[in-house]
C-alpha cells in the first residue's frame, strides 16, 4: 500500500512562502502521475498541481507563476513551493499519487494565510 506523507504547512502572513513537501514510500517514478490539491472550508478538494513520470507540469490558474511542483529524487519527495501566498489559498493542501491500478491520498497539511 501507498504511502504518502504531506509536511510543510502552517500559519504565514499574504506575501510570504511555504514549501510543502510529500514523502512517497516507493519509487516516485512508479507513478504515472502525483499532484497536490487543496480544500477550503465548505468547498471541494480542487487540483493545484501535478506533474507526470515525465515530467510534464499542469497548475490551477489561481496558482500559475506563484507555486512551483518539482520532485527530488534522492529524498523521494514530491514538493510544492509557493511563493506571494495569499489569503485565498487558505486550506488543507493534499499529496495525490496515481498508478494505473489505483489512486491514493496524504492526510493532508494545513496552510493559513493571513490578510
Known amino acids: 500500500q501507498v504511502q504518502l506523507v504531506e509536511s510543510g504547512g502552517g500559519l504565514v502572513q499574504a506575501g510570504g512562502s511555504l514549501r510543502l513537501s510529500c514523502a512517497v514510500s516507493?519509487?516516485?517514478?512508479?507513478?504515472?502521475?502525483m499532484g497536490w490539491y487543496r480544500q477550503a472550508p465548505g468547498k471541494q478538494r480542487d487540483l493545484v498541481a501535478t506533474?507526470?513520470?515525465?515530467?510534464?507540469?499542469t497548475y490551477a490558474v489561481s496558482v500559475k507563476g506563484r507555486f512551483t511542483i518539482s520532485r527530488d529524487v534522492v529524498k523521494n519527495t514530491v514538493d510544492l513551493q509557493m511563493n506571494s501566498l495569499k489569503p485565498e489559498d487558505t486550506a488543507v493542501y493534499y499529496c495525490?499519487?496515481?498508478?494505473?491500478?489505483?489512486?491514493?491520498w496524504g492526510q493532508g497539511t494545513q496552510v493559513t494565510v493571513s490578510s
Open positions: 495525490k499519487a496515481e498508478r494505473y491500478t489505483d489512486v491514493s
Open positions: 516507493g519509487n516516485i517514478f512508479s507513478f504515472v502521475a
Open positions: 506533474i507526470t513520470r515525465g515530467g510534464s507540469t
